[in-house]
């Protein structure tokens, strides 16, 4: 499978933000997907996944209560909806998928993701 991130841009605080992963291939209801970012000289961070059905989810605390990730198989995207944007929220976001899981896990492990797509920038201005 392959993705591409899209949808970043320069924005204020408190303002909102879509992002898009587009997958390409077959059988993108077989993965699990992740969003992760990376600020600069930080370490990557998982920020939010999602199971292949889409019904479970996971988030880490810095976005729990501002960010949403949902998936549409028909379409093979998923989608990263963040409210509340805060300057720490500046990085470069990336989606990744995880082959091989059961229809209701979320991976939360990056090394247990597969396939990378390439990354769109988020600055937020305060």
């Known amino acids: 499978v392959q993705l591409q991130a899209s949808g970043g841009g320069l924005v204020q605080s408190g303002d909102s933000l879509r992002l898009t992963c587009a997958a390409t291939?077959?059988?993108?209801?077989?993965?699990?997907m992740g969003w992760f970012r990376q600020a600069p000289g930080k370490e990557r961070e998982m920020v939010a996944g999602?199971?292949?059905?889409?019904?479970?989810?996971y988030y880490s605390d810095s976005v729990k209560g501002r960010f949403t990730i949902s998936r549409d198989n028909d379409k093979k995207l998923v989608y990263l909806q963040m409210n509340s944007l805060k300057p720490e929220d500046t990085a470069v976001y990336s989606c990744?998928?995880?082959?091989?899981?059961?229809?209701?896990?979320?991976?939360?492990?990056?090394?247990?993701?597969?396939?990378w797509g390439k990354g769109t920038l988020v600055t937020v201005s305060s």
């Open positions: 291939g077959r059988a993108f209801n077989n993965y699990a």
């Open positions: 999602i199971s292949r059905g889409g019904r479970n989810t």
């Open positions: 990744a998928a995880s082959g091989g899981q059961i229809l209701i896990t979320v991976v939360t492990a990056s090394a247990r993701y597969q396939f």
